[in-house]
């Protein structure tokens, strides 16, 4: 129901530009390019809610009129080693020793691998398709649906569900990115 409610707001592009667009991330790109936007001064807590919504979304608002250039702004957040601390765990918390979400650093991160894999897919050929463009999926059960697996079985035919007692099987993709660009 909540997931109905939420897609059926999104229907409107001014909530989705809102509620989307509207962490302290998107704020800095519209106060350094002098962008127009109808969202008023958040709160650090109201903007780790938008970034959360923005990442159980799913679909990076970088394309979205105006925010073509906010991966710069995410560029900047993600590879700044200063966040990097015991604090934060080396990840994406925040810096109180309580491992405790940092959404902004995620939705950060997520527009960041949005980026890269766009480029990626542009690079080959759409060989690797981009395919971070439907809402919610992944973030909720049931929602990945595997790619078939056509390669023929080396082992005994055991029911996939027992060799996966984790529940993780599916087709995986991984993508290796690195701090130091040459």
Request: glycine content about 6%.
């Amino acid at each position: 129901m909540n997931l109905a409610f939420l897609n059926k707001a999104f229907e409107d592009e001014r909530n989705k530009e809102f509620f989307l667009t509207s962490s302290r991330l998107y704020q800095r790109l519209a106060d350094d390019e002098e962008l127009t936007i109808d969202n008023p001064a958040i709160s650090p807590d109201i903007s780790q809610l938008l970034a959360k919504l923005h990442c159980h979304w799913g679909v990076p608002m970088q394309d979205f009129q105006g925010y073509d250039n906010v991966h710069t702004y995410a560029r900047a957040m993600v590879y700044d080693l200063r966040r990097y601390t015991d604090g934060t765990f080396w990840g994406p918390f925040k810096d109180d020793g309580k491992a405790t979400t940092d959404w902004e650093a995620l939705e950060a991160i997520m527009l960041v691998l949005d980026f890269n894999l766009a480029a990626f897919s542009e690079r080959n050929g759409g060989d690797f398709k981009h395919n971070w463009d439907r809402p919610f999926v992944g973030a909720t059960p049931n929602t990945f649906v595997s790619l078939p697996f056509n390669q023929p079985s080396k082992g005994p035919s055991i029911p996939l569900d027992l060799q996966d007692p984790y529940g993780v099987t599916g087709t995986w993709r991984r993508v290796s990115s690195c701090f130091l660009h040459c």
